[in-house]
């Protein structure tokens, strides 16, 4: 997947996301639950934009980890207003899957560049031997 395909599915997700918490009730679980499930909805759509802007391989690694932390607080917001049927579960049905992918997305892609960033840092690194060309031990 692309990072222009992906940076449109997770604002995708961010705008389900507020679409379905504009349909909890006003109520105090409503409002907590709600709230922080937009904040970490739009959150994992955010931290992959700047993901993307990265100026390192380990600042990449680490805002993915924040993506699939997101997601999967997101994921399990859902769960506690579906469960609880705070509203009803068919509401969040398609958005429980997609909470699930991205986390899996993000995971597989930090840890890809993750394995890739140490195999960089080993090849560049210089070698511990002194002067190759010494004929002395």
Known sequence: MTPE??????K????????????????LVGRTI????????????SNYRAACR???????????????EEADESDYWMELLSEKRVIKPARLAPLLP????????????RMTASRNAGAR??????????NRKSRVP
């Open 98 to 109: 997609e909470a699930g992918e991205l986390c899996a997305i993000a995971g597989k892609s």
């Open 121 to 130: 840092s080993l090849t560049n690194r210089k070698s511990e031997i002194g």
């Open 34 to 45: 709600g709230g922080q499930l937009i904040r970490s909805g739009t959150s994992v759509g």
């Open 5 to 10: 395909l992906l940076k449109a599915r997770t």
């Open 54 to 68: 990265s100026r390192s391989a380990a600042e990449f690694v680490a805002r993915m980890g924040a993506v699939e």
């Open 12 to 27: 995708a997700f961010a705008v389900r996301v507020i679409t379905a918490c504009e349909a909890l009730p006003n109520n």
